[in-house]
């Protein structure tokens, strides 16, 4: 998951690279051919008052006209992919209202005798499941594949789901790097200052500002609860009795929605990379910011037991590497490194922190960093700018896509905030002490939720799911995303929540390489039946 605002950092996990992590990213895009999704639904165009017959209300769910949808598949790719939308409202609570198109990709299963449908989520907020159902489709375990369908969405105001809108490009990379001069004469997130808040304020206001007017209806319906009640009528028009689910990272928190809101519509559902069920911005900030130190801590100590660590040699400790990084990023605050991007951008603090946290989402990206990072010691900054911008969708010169619009936009939707500026540069002081590097900028980073609209944030409530039966959720001991505690919390608050650890490195687990995991969750997909409570795989 991840929870950007303007602070130089996102707050919780977007995912990189489509190619490198196939989960949760605002991946580098994939875009390949853009697909062709404008294609009509049928038994969902007649007016608001219409019943298709046969339907009937769902309870917690959409008007049983949404229900009666069939969705007219069109071939768009290689391997049999095939494309279309359905409708859900945009209010729930006005179901005769304005509605919303919802993107949606299928893979057929491999095998002659497939038993229904397995839907992704990638994660984000605002990663486009409609990209990661290819993804989805070769790292799934073969078995899985042949009995499944995958079908991946885009979430309502992703992509190719209504896109949500607030910034245009120059002012969206002012609002996710901002490098600000504090008391100190650097961009220290952790030393503000009054014009460094004053900074932080105009920047963030600024992004609710462009959100009401672009998008002032949507930005009032982005929550995951809504999302949960479109997955259910996405699982009707795929004509699935009960839902099959694969989420990923801030995917975990749509599967937890779901089947509190669904519990007898539950199926099979893997929670990977669990988000905290229940905390508010600010704390997610801040623990999110000390797995990313344990993450790093990991790279750190890998990089030095090989030759040519920019970091330091086998001699030196951790520690000391790590101050050596943290002279480097208060070197480029007071001074940007160079780059060679044809955009004129150069590389300050907040560019380089969003690049290093970047790579921490797999051990495959550690080379790459450690080149980065030797590349950066010699005062060029443009491989970790192009790093940081894989973390955002954004090319060299290319326009960002939604991701990060709708990744804000859903995270205020979701999480209670304070309102008042001060309690986030209190905090940041506080997370800077526990988490060096990612503290303070992590913290900072949920600032857009003082300024979201309050009638549009969710009151927060218990994700039980009573009456579900078993849910596997997954968690990473040393995960830079989604701290390993969430896991265990996600699992205990879910009434037949299954935790299934998995010891290692990276963001999330499962076909990540190992084998003990990739079992587990083939079988409880298969069969629906979990692992032992308590199961640790390495």
């Not at 009054?194 to 932080?200: F, I, K, N, R, T």
């Not at 539950?266 to 990313?292: K, N, Y």
């Not at 208060?330 to 490194?337: C, I, V």
């Not at 005062?379 to 969708?393: F, H, I, K, V």
Request: proline residues 7%.
């Amino acid at each position: 998951m991840d929870t950007t605002s303007a602070a130089g950092a996102s707050l919780s996990a977007p995912f990189p690279s489509a190619s490198r992590r196939p989960f949760i990213r605002p991946a580098a895009r994939i875009a390949a051919a853009v697909l062709s999704l404008a294609v009509a639904v049928s038994g969902c165009t007649g007016s608001a008052g219409d019943e298709h017959p046969g339907a009937a209300d769902v309870p917690g769910g959409a008007p049983g006209r949404f229900y009666g949808q069939t969705i007219d598949w069109r071939d768009c790719g290689d391997g049999g992919a095939r494309c279309g939308t359905f409708e859900v409202p945009l209010d729930y609570a006005e179901p005769g209202g304005e509605r919303l198109d919802i993107a949606v990709r299928r893979i057929p299963a491999t095998g002659p005798a497939p038993i229904g449908s397995l839907v992704v989520n990638p994660g984000g907020p605002g990663g486009s499941g409609v990209e990661y159902a290819d993804s989805a489709a070769r790292t799934v375990g073969e078995t899985v594949r042949e009995r499944f369908d995958i079908v991946g969405f885009d979430p309502r105001g992703v992509d190719r789901s209504s896109p949500i809108a607030c910034l245009d490009r120059s002012e969206m990379d002012d609002f996710i790097a901002v490098d600000f001069t504090g008391p100190g004469g650097g961009s220290d997130p952790a030393d503000v200052g009054e014009a460094g808040l004053g900074e932080l304020a105009r920047l963030n206001r600024g992004f609710v500002e462009g959100c009401r007017e672009d998008s002032g209806g949507l930005m009032m319906h982005m929550g995951t609860d809504e999302v949960a009640r479109d997955v259910d009528v996405l699982r009707s028009a795929l004509d699935d009795d009960r839902l099959t689910f694969l989420g990923k990272s801030y995917g975990t928190y749509v599967g937890a929605h779901y089947a509190d809101r669904f519990p007898d519509r539950v199926r099979a559902l893997v929670l990977d990379g669990a988000l905290h069920p229940s905390a508010g911005i600010v704390e997610l900030g801040m623990r999110q910011a000390e797995g990313a130190e344990v993450a790093l801590r990991s790279f750190v100590k890998a990089c030095l037991e090989v030759e040519d660590c920019p970091l330091g040699g086998p001699g030196d400790g951790v520690a000391s590497a790590t101050e050596r990084l943290a002279g480097l990023l208060e070197r480029a605050g007071r001074e940007p490194l160079r780059s060679d991007l044809d955009d004129g951008r150069t590389a300050g603090r907040s560019w380089l922190e969003l690049g290093i946290h970047s790579a921490l989402y797999s051990e495959s990206s550690w080379p790459q960093l450690s080149t980065a990072l030797s590349e950066a010691f010699d005062g060029d900054g443009t491989r970790l700018l192009r790093m940081a911008g894989d973390l955002y969708n954004r090319g060299d010169t290319a326009e960002y896509t939604n991701y990060t619009s709708a990744l804000v936009a859903v995270n205020c939707s979701d999480r209670q905030s304070p309102r008042d500026i001060g309690a986030f540069d209190e905090a940041a002081e506080r997370a800077d002490k526990t988490a060096p590097l990612f503290g303070a900028p992590l913290t900072w980073g949920g600032l857009t939720c003082a300024y979201w609209p309050e009638e549009a944030v969710a009151e927060p409530e218990p994700l039980d799911a009573p009456g579900a039966p078993p849910i596997l959720v997954v968690g990473t001991t040393r995960d830079s995303a989604t701290p390993y505690e969430w896991a265990r919390q996600m699992a205990g608050e879910l009434e037949s929540g299954v935790l299934l650890t998995r010891e290692g490195d990276g963001h999330t687990a499962y076909g990540r390489g190992s084998d003990c995991v990739d079992s587990a969750v083939d079988t409880y997909l298969l069969r629906g039946e979990p692992p032992e409570k308590g199961t640790v795989c390495s």
